[in-house]
């Protein structure tokens, strides 16, 4: 398993550098540049491999990727010969780096849009299968949002359909605000604080499923930080934020922080504040009585 995950990490990270180059060919040189030192974050590192391990994709299957960093659509796509749907509801980059990759390389199984996960643009029961890295957390509003997403996720997936997704976990759920602009959503003084994200903990994840309660729990496991627990802080407030001269030094060490200081655990670690939950749900099947 560990093989597996390096493995898939490393050729994920090599389309990350591929994507760079192609950037860089095409005289795109600044966002070219950008994606040669940072082709992938510290999380995503662990978040990529169990998705796809969770995900199993297979040929011909229609994916929807609801705002997940894009590479691992290109990747599904690719590699694997899904029609995977890269979605997002706005436009930071990746949709572009998206739409210039299926140019560049005449992919054809890979298809971008722009949409919201609380309104799916797809017919009932349309999709295999639907995969979220680090999404549903961010989902608005802070009260509800992440249930109506599971909602509308249930609604498009087929009878038994599979949904993969990551969220941060820890000992106490909490919420963060920001004093900024987040994603799609604008301040209307610069004084207010905008919701930014929900951190799970064991009660409100069950709260969550509960909600939807359309869904069966296939496999979850947990994302754990091996020697680093500082109370409600985590390693990439360190080397993730910050002066932007030190992140730009630090972005191609990403992979090898995250080897040393990330794992996989069945349980959370009753110590640390800094986790991610992966989760695999089945869609359940409704059977008609009369």
């Known amino acids: 398993m560990i093989m597996n995950s390096v493995g898939s990490t490393f050729r994920i990270y090599v389309l990350g550098l591929r994507l760079g180059l192609l950037h860089v060919l095409r005289a795109q ?55 995977v749907y890269a979605m997002d509801i706005y436009d930071d980059g990746g949709l572009t780096d998206t739409l210039f990759y299926t140019s560049s390389t005449g992919t054809d199984t890979l298809h971008v849009l722009t949409g919201d996960v609380r309104e799916l643009p797809f017919a009932d029961s349309s999709l295999d299968k639907v995969f979220s890295i680090s999404v549903l957390e961010h989902v608005f509003p802070a009260e ?22 990551t969220v941060p976990f820890t000992r106490q759920s909490r919420v963060d605000y920001l004093k900024q602009d987040v994603y799609d959503r604008k301040r209307m003084t610069t004084e207010e604080m905008v919701f930014y994200q929900r951190r799970y903990d064991a009660h ?87």
């Open 144 to 165: 509800g949002g992440d249930v109506k997403a599971l909602k509308e996720i249930a609604r498009v997936l087929r009878p038994a359909g599979r949904l993969v997704f």
């Open 204 to 290: 409100s994840l069950q709260t969550l499923l509960a909600a939807g309660d359309e869904f069966e729990v296939e496999r979850q496991e947990y994302i754990c930080e091996r020697f680093y627990h500082r109370p409600k802080k985590e390693l990439w407030s360190i080397i993730g934020e910050g002066n932007k001269f030190k992140r730009l030094a630090l972005a191609p060490l990403y992979p090898v922080f995250a080897l040393i200081f990330l794992k996989r655990s069945s349980t959370p670690l009753p110590a640390s504040d800094s986790m991610a939950v992966c989760m695999s749900l089945r869609k359940k099947q409704r059977t008609n009585t009369p």
């Open 29 to 83: 040189i600044r966002r070219g540049i950008y994606l040669l030192i940072r082709p992938m974050d510290y999380w995503r590192t662990l978040e990529f491999p169990i998705a796809l391990e969770y995900l199993l994709p297979v040929p011909g299957e229609r994916i929807l990727d609801v705002g997940s960093p894009k590479l691992i659509s290109m990747y599904i796509a690719t590699r694997c010969n899904a029609h």
